[in-house]
C-alpha cells in the first residue's frame, strides 16, 4: 500500500542500515508521499520498484542530500521520484556556510559509492540560496539524478532526469559549482570505472547573472570527472 507522511499523521525519520544489510527492498510499484526529509540517510540495500511523490524537503540539517538516500552504496532500479529539494539561506553565518562548503545534492541520490542504478527517473527539482564562508575554497557536486559518485566500480543506466537545478551562492571563496543534470561530479583513478548509458537529462540548469562564485561547470548529464579514462558512455 501507499505511505502517506502528511498531516503529521506519520513523522519519518531517514533509516539508516548496516553494511552487512544487503537484501532487496521491493516497493512493488507503491509509493511513499509527502515526505519533508530523505527516505534513507544510508543503505547498502537494494531499492526496487519504490516511488517517491510530493517530496517537499527544506532546508534539511545535513550538506548529502538526496530525497531517496544521502550516502548509497547499493543497487536501485525501477524508481522514481518527484517533487523539490531546497536550501534557502541568504545571509551569511558560520555554521551554515560550513555545511554548505561540504554540499553533495542530487535529486534522488545525494551521493553514492560502488553503486548500480537502472531504468530510474528524477522530477525533483533542487533549488539553492545560500552565502558561503570566502575564506575557504571549495567544489560543490550538484546532479539532478546524484551529485558525486566515487569507488571502484558505478554504473547508471537508462536514467533520465527532468528535474531542474538552480543555483545562487553569493560568494567571493574559490568555489567551484559542478552542476549536472545527471551526474554532478564523478571520482576516478586509474583502477576506478563509472558507466553512464542511455542517460538523458531534460532539465535545465542555470544561476543568475549575479552569482560570485568564482566557476560554475555543467553539463547535461556529467559535470566534471576526475579522470575521464575512468568514464564509459
Known sequence: AHVDTENGEFVWTPLSTPKSFTKTIYGHGFAVKNLTTPLFASTYATI???HLENVQIVNNDTAIIGSFVNNFYGT?????????????YPSYNEEVASKFNQINAGGMIGRAKNAVFKNCTNYVDITITAMGDPSIAYRK????????????????ENI????????????????????SGILGIAYNDPTNFTKLANCKNYGTISTPSGSDSNSFSCGGTLSMAGITSGLSY
Do not use: H, K
Open 76 to 88: 536501485m532500479r525501477n524508481c522514481s521520484a518527484e517533487g523539490s529539494l531546497e536550501y534557502n
Open 141 to 156: 557536486p550538484i546532479g539532478g539524478f546524484v551529485g558525486l559518485m566515487w569507488g571502484t566500480t558505478n554504473s547508471l
Open 48 to 50: 526496487d520498484a519504490l
Open 160 to 179: 533520465t532526469n527532468y528535474g531542474n537545478i538552480y543555483y545562487n551562492e553569493n560568494t567571493t571563496g574559490n568555489v567551484i559549482i559542478s552542476a
